[in-house]
């Protein structure tokens, strides 16, 4: 049974910083493309960072670029997401998510498997 269970969410004020952790159990991350994705109320799922299928590439959506970091420790089959010069536009439930496919990989409807998500609120 595959599970992916987030961890590292909070409360920061702007310019701070949280990382976030997903590990998974059941699935070799490695074999998988896999990232994260946020949802705030009232809007749309929607895609964060992301490594390719064999980690061969990163790709950020341009609203966090320069600011958040995927990352990786293979032994520990656990993903990161390092998040800085944090803003309120920032607060969502970040989810990971990793799948299988060779569809988009900005697109939330081509992931297998989620976690339950983890709760990131900036204060001003």
């Known amino acids: 049974q595959v599970q992916l269970v987030e961890s590292g969410g909070g409360l920061v004020q702007a310019g701070g910083s949280l990382r976030l952790s997903c590990a998974a159990s059941g699935l070799l991350f490695s074999g998988y493309a896999k990232g994260w994705f946020r949802q705030a109320p009232g809007k749309e799922r929607e895609f964060v960072a992301a490594f390719s299928r064999y980690n061969m590439h990163t790709y950020y959506a341009d609203s966090v670029k320069g600011r958040f970091t995927i990352s990786r420790d293979n032994a520990k089959n656990t993903v990161y997401l390092q998040m800085n010069s944090l803003n309120s536009a920032d607060t969502a439930v970040y989810y990971c998510?990793?799948?299988?496919?060779?569809?988009?990989?900005?697109?939330?409807?081509?992931?297998?498997?989620w976690g339950q998500g983890t709760q990131v609120t900036v204060s001003s």
């Open positions: 998510a990793a799948r299988v496919g060779s569809g988009s990989i900005y697109s939330k409807s081509e992931y297998d498997y």
